[in-house]
């Protein structure tokens, strides 16, 4: 369930995890963010985990975001 796996994971990964569900590279995330690329990369792999604790992969994740419209979620937070 997409809220239940969004609740777990911490706001300061969830801003990383928004840019990189909508497909920006760990550089482009990192000169957005003014945080050095291997952190940002730290940050998602700690998000991914605690969307695995929910879903079977995180591909199922990105694609119920976008079946489901959840995907706004992740706009509102790159905005």
């Known amino acids: 369930d997409f809220d239940e796996a969004i609740a777990r994971i911490s706001d300061l990964n969830i801003i990383p995890l928004s840019f ?3 497909g920006f590279s760990y550089m482009d995330i990192s000169n957005y963010i003014s945080v050095p ?8 792999d700690r998000a991914k985990e605690k969307v695995l604790e929910v879903y079977p992969s995180f591909r199922a994740f990105v694609t119920d975001c976008y079946r489901s419209r959840k995907i706004y ?5 790159v905005y």
Do not use: A, G, S
């Not at 690329?37 to 998602?44: A, F, Q, S």
């Not at 979620?73 to 937070?77: H, P, Y």
């Open 20 to 22: 990189y569900v909508l």
């Open 37 to 44: 690329e291997k952190i940002v990369k730290k940050r998602i």
């Open 73 to 77: 979620f992740f706009i509102e937070n």
